[in-house]
Antibody, heavy 124, light 108 residues
Framework: QLVESGGGLVQPGGSLRLSCLDS?????????????MSWVRQAPGKGLEWVAN????????YYLDSVKGRFTISRDNAKNSLYLQMNSLRAEDTALYYC??????????????WGQGILVTVSA | EIVMTQSPVTLSVSPGDRATLSCRAS??????LAWYQQKPGQAPRLLIY???TRATGVPDRISGSGSGTEFTLTISSLQSEDFAFYYC??????????FGQGTKVEIK
């Protein structure tokens, strides 16, 4: 249901914008706008690392310290879409980036639906 | 910031045997703990939330327990499809939302 796009090879210092579309094919009455949404990344051969998340109405956003000031998370509920604008990219940002669906409540929690991931490679 | 420590790093188990995976939090996370399974080339899959509640479609041979700082994921009789990486994640003290470094369950 979650499909990421926008990844690729970029030089250090460059920018990239990731998108995640929720196709919305679900038997649940909940829709994209009902959930917190997150970006979680996985560097090659490494574990999972939460990057950023955004509340249902976009009123709250949180970021991993190492991406603060460089990455911006946003959403467009009318388009069932989540975005991650990544600026000033570094080699250590190289990873598979997953879009993940979080909580339908006041606070974010665990992730019950994940995209297939999109690869971002930062290299000269 | 919470640190989630999983052990062992690698667990070698024979099919049909029991596997016990541990996750320790550096601070109390109450029962706000999830477990995920990830196979090579695939996205993570939610197995357990609330420390012990199985997600939809998860077989009952997989169970979670614990609260506070000590958690366990148990697979009672390993099947071929259970050989994978497993990650714990806390969602009690945030930001950030922290994952453990993972445990690889491999065939002995």
């Amino acid at each position: 249901q979650l499909v990421e796009s926008g990844g690729g090879l970029v030089q250090p210092g460059g920018s990239l914008r990731l998108s995640c579309l929720d196709s919305g094919f679900t038997f649940s009455s909940f829709t994209f706008s009902s959930f917190w949404m997150s970006w979680v990344r996985q560097a090659p051969g490494k574990g999972l690392e939460w990057v950023a998340n955004i509340k249902q109405d976009g009123s709250e956003k949180y970021y991993l310290d190492s991406v603060k000031g460089r990455f911006t998370i946003s959403r467009d509920n009318a388009k069932n879409s989540l975005y991650l604008q990544m600026n000033s990219l570094r080699a250590e940002d190289t990873a598979l980036y997953y879009c993940a669906r979080g909580s339908s409540g006041w606070f974010d929690g665990y992730y019950d639906s994940w995209g297939q991931g999109i690869l971002v490679t930062v290299s000269a | 910031e919470i640190v989630m420590t999983q052990s062992p790093v690698t667990l070698s188990v024979s099919p049909g045997d029991r596997a016990t995976l541990s996750c320790r939090a550096s601070q109390n996370v109450n029962s706000n703990l999830a477990w995920y399974q990830q196979k090579p080339g695939q996205a993570p899959r939610l197995l357990i939330y609330g420390a012990s509640t199985r997600a939809t479609g998860v077989p009952d041979r997989i169970s979670g327990s614990g609260s506070g700082t000590e958690f366990t994921l148990t697979i009672s009789s390993l099947q071929s499809e259970d050989f994978a990486f497993y990650y714990c994640q806390e969602y009690n003290n945030w930001p950030p939302w922290t994952f453990g470094q993972g445990t690889k369950v491999e065939i002995k």
